[in-house]
C-alpha cells in the first residue's frame, strides 16, 4: 500500500482496497447534520465507521471531532449517536474529549441558549490503545502542598495521619493536560493561507496534538475526509506516514499544494518545536 499520498475518490471504495488492520491512527473531521452536503456530495457514515474499525490495528485509534447542528430549536446529538454507533461496532469510546473554542463566533441571544464554543472529539480505539504519549503543562502550583481532606478517615488514616502523609508530597513542575483543550478559530486556525480556501479546517494544533498523543514516528495516519489536508500536514511534520482520501478533486488539489509547498520548510523542525513552549511529552 503507498503511502504519503493525497487520494481523490470516494473514501469507502479506497479504504476496500486496504488490508486489515494496517492504520495505526485516523484523525479525522467530517461533515455533520445540515453541513453534510459536501460540495455536492455526501456520506454513509455507518459504512464508514465499518471500514475505519476494519482497518485499524489493534490498539490503533480513531479520533472523530465532530459538533451538533440546531435544528427547529433543538441540537441534533447526531455526534453522541455516531459515538454509539462506534461502540456497537467494537470500538472502546476510550475518551469524550472537548474542543474548547478560544474566541467562538457570536450568536443570536435570541435563540435562549449560551454562546457554542466546543465540539467534541470523540477518542476510539480498537481494543487499549497501544500508544499514548501524554502532553503535559505547568502546574500553576508547583511546589506546593496537597491540601487537606475535612473526612475524618480516608483509606484507614485519621485526619491527622492523613495530614501527615500529605505534608509529604508536594505539586509537580508538569502535569498532564486535561481531556478539555483549548485552540482559537479564525486566524488561529493554521499557519499560512493556503489552508482557507477550504471552508471548513480544524486547528494544526489540535491535529498535531492528537498524533503526538496516539501515535510515534513511523505510524500511518489516515484522514478519509481530509479536506484542506491538515491530518497529513501535520503527519508529515511529526515523521508519520500519512494517507488523506477526499471526495473534491479541488480539495486534493489543495492538501498536496499544502504539504509540497508550505510543509517543505518544516522537515527538519525538532519534535519539541512541534508543541507549545509549554508543553512538554511523558
Known sequence: MET???????HLDILSKFENNCIDLTVTSP???NLR???GYTFDFESLAKELFRVTKVGGVVVWVVGDATIDGSET???FKQALYFKEIGFNLHDTMIWEKRNPAPHDWKCYRYYNAVEYMFVLSKSKP???NFIRIKSKTEGKK?????????????????????EKIKV???KVKSNIWKYSVGSGLATNKI???HPAIFPEKLVRDHIISWSNEGDLVLDPMCGSGTTCFEADKLKRKYIGIDISEEYCKLSRKRIDVVGERHKTIDLAQQLNSDDILV
Open 4 to 10: 504519503n499520498k493525497i487520494i481523490c475518490g470516494n
Open 146 to 166: 496537597f491540601g487537606s481532606s475535612p473526612q475524618k478517615k480516608v483509606n484507614g488514616l485519621n485526619r491527622v495521619d492523613r495530614l501527615e502523609k500529605l
Open 37 to 39: 452536503d459536501y460540495k
Open 172 to 174: 509537580n513542575k508538569w
Open 31 to 33: 461533515p455533520y447534520d
Open 195 to 197: 489552508a482557507f480556501q
Open 77 to 79: 446529538g447526531t455526534s
Open 130 to 132: 497501544k500508544t499514548c
